[in-house]
């Protein structure tokens, strides 16, 4: 059969065929991608049968995620050793884009975990409870000053990083002796929970849990009365703090943190 009697269809027709809008053929058309076979007679764009293949196949390579001008490449090259090496390229993009969702999901459940914790807890409020071990990323203040200006730095990046990355279960590190010496404001060092990229982590064990709204100026009272909690109860601080916060609202009033230290029995 001639081409002449090769079926064709409008804009309209094409674009139902694929489920797609006329906008995205007209798109493809204007940069060059996938052009209509034909014009009839009063210009109007004419698909024909022929060019349902190709379509598919652009559908197909720009529905897993392929770039318009790797999709590009391939059909100028017109070649299965191009396409299978467009296809190894972006299935190792899958795996890594699998890994970030899943490192987002454990972010993700780590954080409801603690917001479950901690909503409706009462300021001041202490528990002792056991934790299993958490994979954490930290980055530790080698400055060894409070506000020095490249450690504010590092903590300006990890925030936006975090943010950026779905990571929303930032947390601080202070020394016992810190805690003890009214030095609570010397952050040791700043992590992340994560099961990706860990290079620590917080130990499992029985710990002192106080919660509290305070700001981080007022952590040395914070920290002496959960001191003194630990002592009334029989217990003895055996680990750093590790302050875990949650932002239950908008205004840093609503700002809740968690902090938990390592207890063992007085006697032993």
């Given at each position: 059969?001639?081409?002449k009697?090769?079926?064709?269809?409008?804009?309209?027709?094409?674009a139902?065929?694929?489920?797609?809008s006329k906008?995205t053929l007209?798109?493809?058309d204007?940069i060059?991608?996938?052009s209509?076979?034909?014009?009839n007679?009063?210009?109007y764009r004419?698909?024909?049968?022929?060019q349902?293949?190709t379509?598919?196949?652009?559908?197909?390579?720009?529905?897993?995620?392929i770039?318009?001008?790797q999709?590009r490449?391939?059909?100028?090259?017109d070649?299965l050793?191009?396409?299978?090496?467009l296809l190894?390229?972006e299935?190792?993009?899958l795996e890594n884009?699998?890994a970030?969702?899943?490192?987002i999901k454990s972010s993700?459940s780590?954080?409801i975990e603690?917001?479950?914790d901690?909503?409706?807890?009462?300021?001041?409020?202490?528990e002792l409870?056991r934790?299993?071990s958490?994979s954490?990323y930290?980055?530790?203040?080698?400055?060894n000053?409070?506000?020095e200006e490249?450690w504010?730095?590092?903590?300006?990046?990890m925030e936006?990083?975090?943010?950026?990355?779905?990571?929303l279960?930032q947390?601080?590190r202070i020394?016992?002796d810190?805690v003890?010496n009214?030095?609570?404001?010397f952050?040791?060092s700043?992590f992340i929970?994560?099961?990706?990229k860990?290079n620590?982590?917080?130990?499992e064990g029985?710990?002192a849990?106080?919660?509290?709204?305070?700001?981080?100026?007022d952590?040395?009272e914070?920290?002496k009365?959960?001191?003194?909690i630990?002592d009334e109860?029989?217990f003895?601080?055996i680990?750093d703090?590790y302050?875990?916060?949650?932002m239950m609202?908008?205004?840093e009033?609503?700002k809740?943190?968690r902090i938990?230290?390592?207890?063992?029995?007085?006697s032993?």
């Open positions: 059969m001639g081409r009697y090769e079926k064709t269809y409008t804009t309209g027709e094409f139902s065929l694929f489920s797609v906008h007209f798109f493809y204007k060059g991608l996938f209509p076979e034909e014009r007679n009063n210009g004419c698909y024909t049968a022929s349902i293949n379509f598919d196949t652009i559908l197909t390579l720009r529905n897993i995620g770039p318009i001008e999709i490449s391939y059909i100028d090259a070649s050793d191009h396409l299978i090496k190894i390229s299935e190792k993009n884009r699998i970030e969702l899943r490192r993700v780590s954080f603690l917001i479950d901690i909503k409706g807890r009462n300021e001041g409020e202490v409870r934790f299993n958490v954490i930290e980055i530790i203040n080698d400055s000053q409070e506000l490249e504010s730095k590092i903590l300006s990046s936006n990083e975090s943010s950026k990355s779905g990571m279960n947390g601080s020394l016992l810190d003890k009214g030095r609570s404001s952050i040791t700043v929970k994560t099961d990706e860990a620590s982590s917080i130990s029985m710990y849990v106080m919660y509290t709204y305070k700001q981080y100026t952590f040395d914070v920290y009365n959960l001191l003194n630990i109860k029989g003895k601080p680990s703090a302050e875990e916060y949650a609202g908008i205004t009033e609503k809740l943190t938990r230290i390592k207890i063992e029995n007085s032993s």
